[in-house]
C-alpha cells in the first residue's frame, strides 16, 4: 500500500496569512493526489484533484501544486471558514491511502 | 446533483456485526447511472485520518475491500432501490469510527459526493 504522510501535523495561523501543507508518498503517485477538507462532524469536502486542479466551486485562494511523491497545498489570505483539517489522499492505485491530516488553527 | 444519505447511528456489542446503509437520490442515482458509479466506503475512528475500506461498482459486480479487513467487510448494492450496502462483521472496540460511503469519480480521481457519515459506537 502507498503510504501518504502529511506535515505539519498542526498549524496555527491568523486570518489573512499564508499556509502551506506538505504531502509524501511513499512510492511515484504522479499527479494523482486529491486535497479535502474536514470540519468537525461533517464528511471531508473536496478542494483540489489531480494535485493541482480546484473542484469546482472552492474559492481560488486555494492552490495544489507537486507531482511524484512531493505535493504542496497552500492557502492564500486564510479565511475564518479555512479553519479546519486537511487531507491528503492518492489516488494512483487501490487502496487509496491518505494522511494523517493537518489541523489549522486560528491564531 | 446525485446525494448520499446513510442510515442512523449504531451501538453494538463486541464480536456483534453492523451493516450501514447509503442511498442514492437525486441527479444520476437510479437505474444504470447508479450502477455505473464506484461506490466507496471509508471510516474514521476519533482523531484519526479516514480509512479506505473498500468499493463496489455495481454495474460490473467489482467489490474489493483493504486486505486487514476481508474476511470481516462485505460490501453490496441493491439496484432496485439504488443503495449500497457494508456490513462488518466480528466488530472490536477498533472498530468504533464514523463510516461514510462516497462516490468516487474515475474523471476527477477523487470523491466529489459523500455520505453524512454514520457513527458505529462497539461498547461492552
Known amino acids: 500500500d502507498i503510504q501518504m504522510t502529511q506535515s505539519p501535523s498542526s498549524v496555527s495561523a491568523f486570518v489573512g496569512d499564508r499556509v502551506s501543507i506538505t504531502c509524501r508518498a511513499s512510492?511515484?503517485?504522479?499527479?494523482?493526489l486529491a486535497w479535502y477538507q474536514q470540519k468537525p462532524g461533517k464528511a471531508p469536502k473536496l478542494l483540489m484533484h489531480?494535485?493541482?486542479n480546484l473542484q469546482s466551486g472552492v474559492p481560488p485562494r486555494f492552490s495544489g501544486t507537486g507531482s511524484g511523491t512531493e505535493f504542496t497545498l497552500t492557502i492564500n489570505s486564510l479565511q475564518p471558514e479555512d479553519f479546519a483539517i486537511y487531507f491528503c489522499q492518492q489516488a494512483r492505485s487501490f487502496p487509496l491511502t491518505f494522511g494523517q491530516g493537518t489541523r489549522l488553527d486560528i491564531k | 446533483q446525485v446525494q448520499l444519505v446513510q442510515s442512523g447511528a449504531e451501538v453494538k456489542r463486541p464480536g456483534s456485526s453492523v451493516k450501514v446503509s447509503c442511498k442514492a437520490s437525486g441527479g444520476e442515482a437510479s437505474g444504470d447511472s447508479f450502477s455505473s458509479q464506484t461506490f466507496i466506503w471509508v471510516r474514521q475512528a476519533p482523531g484519526q485520518g479516514p480509512e479506505w475500506m473498500g468499493r463496489?461498482?455495481?454495474?460490473?459486480?467489482?467489490?474489493d475491500s483493504v486486505d486487514r479487513l476481508q474476511g470481516r467487510v462485505t460490501i453490496s448494492a441493491d439496484k432496485s432501490t439504488s443503495t449500497v450496502f457494508m456490513e462488518l462483521t466480528g466488530l472490536t472496540y477498533e472498530d468504533t469510527a464514523v463510516y461514510y460511503c462516497?462516490?468516487?469519480?474515475?474523471?476527477?480521481?477523487?470523491?466529489?459526493?459523500w455520505g453524512q457519515g454514520t457513527t458505529v459506537t462497539v461498547s461492552s
Open positions: 462516497a462516490i468516487y469519480s474515475g474523471f476527477l480521481y477523487a470523491s466529489d459526493i
Open positions: 512510492q511515484d503517485i504522479n499527479k494523482w
Open positions: 489531480s494535485a493541482s
Open positions: 463496489i461498482i455495481p454495474i460490473l459486480g467489482i467489490t
